[in-house]
């Protein structure tokens, strides 16, 4: 923590970092007044203490907004909805309710809309997809050749790396007990529910 700064002033600096990563706005001074049960007056003086300083930059028409200097700007985690279970093998239903949420960096996650699924089985395991473990993907309808993908056939779904070949389509797993899946590349009960673009472990 800033050596600087006295442990009141850390503690408003440190609440004010927190309030933006949470709210993507800054607090007012009267928001740091309410926090620590202190006159509005003294918010005031925390503000105008820090930006003085050098901690933070203030613009004068939007209080809302504050500029740490010297630091990028606090991300909040991204939620990031778990959708159930996904087999890694055999096709099965997947169940198209949210079981809990995970809390990633931004950065782990990327763009778009991504949904997490976990897995069951081993069919994946050479592609360092485990049994326990929760994809990560990105809702898509499309995906490349030899992408790893959440399939679904007949209503049920399951992780496999694509390939088409001659007007067929290929699910091919990641564990030679696995022998491919197979379909028509026009099939209407085949479609693809995302791309696979990550993978979270808990231990």
């Given at each position: ?65 504050i ?38 960096d ?8 991504i ?29 490349d ?55 979270y472990?808990?231990?």
């Amino acid at each position: 923590m800033a050596a600087n700064l006295t442990p009141a002033q850390q503690k408003a600096l440190a609440f004010i970092k927190n309030f933006v990563a949470h709210h993507r706005f800054a607090p007012t001074a009267k928001e740091i007044a309410e926090h620590f049960g202190i006159a509005e007056k003294n918010g005031f003086y925390y503000l105008e203490l820090l930006e003085r300083k050098g901690y933070i930059r203030r613009r004068r028409h939007s209080p809302r907004r504050i500029e740490f200097v010297g630091e990028a700007l606090p991300r909040s985690p991204v939620r990031v909805p778990v959708l159930g279970r996904v087999p890694a093998g055999p096709p099965r239903e997947a169940v198209e309710e949210v079981e809990g949420e995970l809390f990633l960096d931004p950065g782990l996650v990327g763009e778009g809309e991504i949904f997490s699924l976990r897995v069951k089985g081993d069919s994946m395991e050479e592609a360092h997809i485990c049994d326990g473990d929760y994809v990560l993907v990105r809702a898509q309808a499309h995906a490349d050749n030899g992408e790893i993908i959440v399939a679904v056939i007949d209503g049920e779904a399951t992780v496999k790396r694509l390939h088409l070949h001659k007007g067929k389509i290929r699910l091919e797993a990641a564990n030679p007990a696995y022998p491919p899946i197979v379909a028509p590349a026009d099939s209407p009960s085949f479609r693809i529910a995302g791309k696979v673009v990550g993978v979270y472990r808990k231990f």
